[in-house]
């Protein structure tokens, strides 16, 4: 999905008002991703998945993290993601169709707590920009 | 079928009691179109979708929006038999809108994405695997 320079300017926007409540939302994503689909907790079975777990706030912030650094780097997203997407590949191995869910819920989650800025047109740049980063973390799976 | 226990129907007759059928249908199918363009295949005799604003205050969208949330709203009445209530419905997407299945499932959860941008604060984190299970995608535990 080739992001246009207003998908950008939406992108970095949305993302600075997020500010410090990155790890929070990134937590609030992972509890609805294993709420919603409890598939994905096939992957963490070794976490604490109940409500408030720092297991889960530990992962949300580390989730948050990256996505941080993939906003800062819309033009060269597999460089900067290399060693990510390598974990996801060679290490982590999570089936492919999870990022989709999480990225649904990260948008369900954005869209809770920053209503006002989840325009249409909003809501498109940052479903395009989740589904990138999706393709880069799962591009060397084979 | 979809299984509600009795405190599972009364959260979302509560729930559903705050939608306005109308608006919500008009924005969920408006941003179905607008986040994922390609949908708009369906839709060539709706005008004017060239733009995000286009889409959503194009009369069409809302009239057709309202019309799928009017039959979501069907749906909620009769859980025990959702597939015999949305069997007509289902031959006509099928047998001649020959629509793919796939775009129920990005308009289910465009639907929970609108709700939660309406109602999230009213909507607890816990209910959130019965939204996905009522109108979104979801997967069999």
Same mark, same amino acid.
């Given at each position: ?30 509890e ?12 963490? !079975? ?5 409500? &408030? ?5 530990t992962?949300?912030?580390? #989730? $948050?993290?990256? /996505? @941080? ?12 993601l ?28 954005l869209?809770?707590?920053? !209503?006002?800025?989840?325009?249409p047109? &909003?809501?498109?740049?940052?479903d395009?920009?989740?589904?990138? #980063? $999706?393709t880069v /973390? @799962?591009?060397?799976?084979? | ?35 994922y ?23 069409k ?25 949305f ?17 129920f499932?990005?308009l ?22 019965l ?11």
């Amino acid at each position: 999905m080739v992001l246009s320079p207003a998908d950008k300017t939406s992108i970095k926007t949305a993302w600075e008002k997020i500010g410090s409540h990155g790890g929070e939302y990134g937590a609030e994503a992972l509890e609805r991703v294993f709420l919603g689909f409890p598939t994905t907790k096939t992957y963490f !079975p070794h976490f604490d998945l109940t409500h &408030g777990s720092e297991q889960i706030e530990t992962h949300g912030k580390k #989730v $948050s993290e990256a /996505l @941080t650094k993939a906003v800062g780097h819309l033009d060269d997203q597999p460089g900067a993601l290399s060693a990510l997407s390598g974990l996801h590949a060679h290490k982590l191995r999570v089936d492919p169709v999870n990022f989709k869910l999480l990225s649904h819920c990260l948008l369900v989650t954005l869209a809770n707590h920053h !209503p006002s800025e989840f325009t249409p047109a &909003g809501h498109v740049s940052l479903d395009k920009s989740l589904a990138n #980063v $999706s393709t880069v /973390l @799962t591009s060397k799976y084979r | 079928m979809v299984h509600l226990s009795s405190e599972e129907k009364s959260a979302v007759t509560a729930l559903w009691g705050k939608v306005n059928v109308e608006e919500v249908g008009g924005e969920a199918l408006g941003r179905l179109l607008v986040v994922y363009p390609w949908t708009q295949r369906f839709f060539e005799s709706f005008g004017d979708l060239s733009s995000a604003h286009a889409v959503m205050s194009n009369p069409k969208v809302k009239a057709h929006g309202k019309k799928v949330l009017a039959a979501f709203s069907e749906g909620l009445n009769h859980l025990d038999n959702l597939k015999g209530t949305f069997a007509k419905l289902s031959e006509l997407h099928c047998d001649k809108l020959h629509v793919d299945p796939e775009n129920f499932r990005l308009l289910g959860n465009v639907l929970v994405v609108v709700l939660s941008h309406h109602f999230g604060s009213q909507i607890p984190l816990r209910s959130f695997s019965l939204c996905q299970k009522l109108w979104g995608h979801h997967e069999a535990p």
